[in-house]
């Protein structure tokens, strides 16, 4: 499950939400979707897109300046173009070939709205990118990135881009690991959640990823940010006993060993209070050689 994706079903953020559910409601499933009977058909092995789709894109090209305050043929527009972006990019089951037919089709017919399909987000916050982050569908990651308009900086409603999902992630080959690269690459990897203040180094040392750890590091990440309760990734290194990656996060002069967190702890203390004898005694052995 995806952070801040509560629930199994997909909305628009209210601007195509309502209508997207009473039609959902509506229709048996395999037929959920208005327009979706032939969206994924092939002619001579090429996926095609549906005609409603474009349809729906030809429309709102000319009405781009009331995106924020769509009438009733807008917001039916909306719903078809929603339903059959996230259908075709954010399922886990998403093919590579149907996504980038999309997009080839929505820049030779509406090149201007790109950026808006890119970028719409559904009621959990959530980006076409960031599901594809999350299903680890890397060759429909990088489609996105390349388009070049998708807007990194996007906070789903649980504080996380794409970037942070992505340094959860483990990439299981050399293709995969190289587009999260070009995605940290790309993004501000030092940006902060708007939920708790943590950064995707945070979680990834969190969470013991010691690959995404080490990546992100050769990309930047800043090794002192602090989260809202003060804590740094050497301090959550330190709290859950991750000798390695505390040893790589230390391999980074700027590491600062005596920051404190708001309750006056230092990632030593808190690993002599957690009983992590090992990681304690790297943290002591890395404060005395620099006191040299």
């Given at each position: 499950m995806i952070p801040g994706g509560a629930g199994s079903e997909r909305t628009d953020g209210g601007v195509a939400s309502v209508e997207a559910e009473k039609t959902a409601k509506t229709k048996p499933p395999g037929e959920q979707m208005e327009g979706k009977?032939?969206?994924q058909t092939s002619t001579g092995g090429r996926e095609t897109?549906?005609?409603d789709f474009l349809a729906?894109?030809?429309f709102l090209k000319d009405h781009m300046d009331n995106m924020d305050n769509p009438n009733e043929d807008m917001r039916k527009a909306l719903v078809v173009l929603?339903?059959?972006w996230f259908s075709a990019a954010a399922e886990e089951a998403s093919v590579c070939s149907m996504v980038a037919e999309y997009l080839r089709e929505v820049k030779r017919v509406t090149p201007s709205l790109l950026p808006f399909l890119i970028n719409m987000a559904d009621d959990n916050g959530n980006t076409a990118l960031h599901y594809s982050v999350s299903h680890c569908n890397y060759s429909i990651v990088s489609l996105i990135l390349d388009t070049g308009v998708g807007d990194l900086s996007i906070q789903n409603n649980a504080g996380y881009t794409a970037v942070m999902l992505a340094s959860l992630t483990a990439p299981d080959g050399p293709g995969g690991m190289e587009v999260v690269r070009k995605?940290?690459?790309l993004s501000n990897i030092n940006i902060?959640?708007?939920?708790t203040g943590q950064t995707a180094l945070?979680?990834?040392v969190r969470h013991g990823r010691v690959v995404m750890v080490r990546l992100l590091l050769s990309c930047g990440a800043d090794t002192n940010l602090q989260d809202r309760e003060g804590a740094t990734a050497l301090m959550f290194a330190s709290e859950r006993g991750h000798t390695h990656i505390a040893r790589l996060l230390l391999e980074r002069s700027q590491c600062d060993l005596t920051l404190t967190d708001k309750r006056g702890q230092t990632a030593l203390s808190i690993a002599t209070q957690g009983s992590h004898t090992d990681t304690a005694a790297l943290l002591q052995a890395h404060a005395k050689a620099r006191a040299l």
């Open positions: 009977s032939g969206s897109v549906n005609a729906a894109c030809q929603f339903q059959h995605l940290m690459e902060r959640s708007s939920q945070h979680l990834a």
